[in-house]
């Protein structure tokens, strides 16, 4: 079955203590990407990346870091989370970057305290 | 649940009656256009997708009309059901650098 599979769903945390979610896809899909969504702002989308070890910044960029080693995982990192980036991630892909659709994962709700 | 917006756009409607759910898009750059819904809990899924080289497109229960002139997009869903109650969101892209910018968002409710 074709899916995005990020881990954790559910992470409580407190400010400071770095932290990782994971996001893998099975599809084979050359682009990848995060989002945030929060109450009364949208999804907004803080990394991608356009392959392997290709990766650019998105609208929301900051206290979040990314890697894209292998084509499968992208995993987004948080050094040292503040309370504002309690939020709702989702991890996206898609088969290119242009004129194909994004595939979420489920999602994963992060509370720092 | 999950709460995805506040003050969202909502449209009440009942079982069985068509649904209209309206979208402006800002970038007269963006040559391709995607509907997705979201269900409490979940991410977003991805309902049909129409590039601007044309003005309509109908997949099952659902079409997708496009108005490039005064850049609006809408998506009717036919014979509405109560699975169908979700947040709806349109995204635009710019093919000029691939991002995907998303609306706020309209909350639908079907009533049995």
């Known amino acids: 079955e074709a899916q995005v599979t990020q881990n954790p769903r559910y992470l409580i945390t407190v400010t400071g203590k770095k932290l990782t979610v994971t996001c893998s896809q099975n599809?084979?899909?050359?682009?990848m990407s995060w989002y945030r969504q929060d109450p009364g702002l949208g999804l907004r989308q803080i990394y991608y990346?356009?392959?392997?070890?290709?990766?650019d910044k998105g609208d929301v960029p900051e206290g979040y870091k990314v890697s894209r080693k292998e084509k499968r995982n992208f995993p987004l990192i948080l050094e040292s989370p503040s309370p504002n980036q309690t939020s709702l991630y989702f991890c996206?892909?898609?088969?290119?970057?242009?004129?194909?659709?994004?595939?979420f994962g489920n999602g994963t709700r992060l509370t720092v305290t | 649940g999950e709460s995805v917006g506040l003050h969202l756009p909502t449209l009440s409607v009942q079982e069985g009656d068509n649904s209209i759910i309206n979208c402006a898009y800002s970038?007269?750059?963006?040559?391709?256009f995607i509907w997705y819904k979201q269900e409490s809990g979940k991410g977003p899924q991805f309902i049909i997708d129409i590039r601007s080289n044309m003005d309509k497109r109908q997949g099952q229960r659902v079409t997708v009309l496009l108005n490039k002139t005064v850049k609006h997009l809408s998506l009717q869903i036919a014979a509405t059901q109560p699975g169908d109650s979700a947040v709806y969101f349109c995204?635009?892209?710019?093919?000029?650098?691939?991002?995907?910018?998303f609306g706020q968002g309209t909350i639908l409710t079907v009533h049995p």
């Open positions: 970038n007269s750059a963006s040559d391709y």
């Open positions: 990346s356009m392959n392997v070890e290709v990766t």
């Open positions: 996206a892909t898609s088969l290119s970057s242009y004129n194909s659709p994004l595939h």
């Open positions: 599809m084979n899909h050359e682009y």
């Open positions: 995204a635009e892209r710019s093919t000029s650098y691939g991002k995907l910018t």
